[in-house]
């Protein structure tokens, strides 16, 4: 797409942040594109071979509103205007407050989007239905934000015109992205109106489009998790199987200790020595042996190794 259709910043809908900019280093995946009120616009038709989609099965109430049409030949871009932001004929048609038309009422698409996206929307408006100036006023949204309020779409100097506006949004708590247009309270003409719309998946701070990473969800974060997991696991085997030979380890050091008294009547038999090792009798602390001195009893226990009964 070309690159002067993108402007850098936009408007956020997050009051903590209102504006995100850097948009042209980030990448985006269309995921809606509707052509509102009109019927399905194919590549063929669109000088940068985008498809345009019908709106219907997304109308949250489209028994309420009414298809307006008008000969594409009407629309009127400005000159500062890029044609190839929309073909005329998807300007050309939109829909517009039916029989429904009270102050409560909105025109709602639902959308399901992922939750760990922002998203880019960008609102295509052009007043087909007006006769005169400043008389087709009403409220947009995004979710239950109010994205513009008190839009008068009518009130440029001639009729007809293209006019967008791109917002940033996120997912709603129920994983879904909501556009609303409705009649404002204070116009004296309770209409409102949506040509087109689109929807652009903006990707996470690692470049990806396709979940990696984002928001503490992506894969690189399970595999984080599980390396975590397994190195746990292993410390505790370590730790349990230190301690639980610990016993035993001292266990063979007193037998070993009692082998190498002074006294030989001190000195188990081969019988008894079998039984302790195998704890089928306990085994009393030994008494130090003189000849040692001061000699590490870990010395005795490595000569015992190796001088043992052959």
Known sequence: MPYDLFVDQALSLNRFAPFVS??????????????????????????????????????????????VSV???????????????APNWVYAT?????????????????????????????????????????????????????????FNLSGTNILAVPYHKDFISNASSDNTLTVSVGPDALSDSKNAIMNELEIMKICNALKSLDGSGSDGSGSSNKHIIVVI???VVVKLTLFVL??????????????????????MSMRPSMTRVVQMLEGLCTVPKPPKSSNHGNTSSDSYLSAVSLSGPR
């Open 71 to 85: 000969n594409p030949s009407r629309i009127r871009y400005p000159l500062d205007y890029n044609a190839e932001m």
């Open 94 to 150: 939109a829909v517009a407050m039916g029989s429904a038309i009270n102050p409560n009422f909105n025109i709602s698409w639902v959308f399901d989007v992922d939750p760990r996206f922002s998203y880019y929307v960008r609102l295509h408006f052009c007043d087909i239905i007006s006769k005169e100036m400043n008389k087709l006023i009403f409220n947009v949204f995004i979710n239950t934000d109010i994205a513009i309020a008190r």
């Open 242 to 263: 230190l301690f639980a030979g610990i016993p035993y380890y001292r266990k063979k050091k007193n037998v070993a200790l009692w082998c190498i008294q002074e006294n």
């Open 22 to 67: 850097g948009l042209s280093e980030r990448a985006f995946e269309t995921v809606y594109r509707l052509n509102i009120g009109g019927t399905l616009l194919s590549a063929e038709n669109d000088t940068l071979g985008r498809t345009w989609e019908n709106d219907q099965k997304y109308l949250h109430v489209n028994s309420s509103v009414a298809n």
């Open 229 to 231: 997991v397994v190195v």
